[in-house]
């Protein structure tokens, strides 16, 4: 069955970069697209970033855009999430998604806690 397992998550500090990885299973992983979520305590899931299968295209949240990386490593079945610049109100649990389009995404993962200091 299909398995999202992120990691890279942890507690930093305002400014500080944290790298994001979810590794997929149980699917053929290039034929799908990518995306990254986070929930905040007390707000509902927001979409965070997004890939197509081939890792050319991308579409980010304007809240993150400039700050955050998406990639994608089809011989690993990973994905990833460079984020840079981290701030306070990046504070969530991050989910890792698959789908078959940028917006659309059934499968989640069990998601990694980012907190951020100030």
């Known amino acids: 069955q299909v398995r999202l397992v992120e990691s890279g998550g942890g507690l930093v500090q305002a400014g500080d970069s944290l790298r994001l990885s979810c590794a997929a299973s149980?699917?053929?992983?290039?034929?799908?697209?990518m995306g990254w979520f986070r929930q905040a305590p007390g707000k509902e899931r927001e979409f965070v970033a997004s890939i197509n299968t081939s890792g050319e295209d991308k579409s980010y949240a304007a809240s993150v855009k400039d700050r955050f990386t998406i990639s994608r490593d089809n011989a690993r079945n990973t994905v990833y999430l460079q984020m840079n610049s981290l701030k306070p109100e990046d504070t969530a649990v991050y989910y890792c998604?698959?789908?078959?389009?940028?917006?659309?995404?059934?499968?989640w993962g069990q998601g990694t806690q980012v907190t951020v200091s100030s």
């Open positions: 998604a698959a789908g078959r389009s940028m917006v659309y995404f059934t499968s």
């Open positions: 149980g699917f053929t992983f290039r034929n799908y697209f």
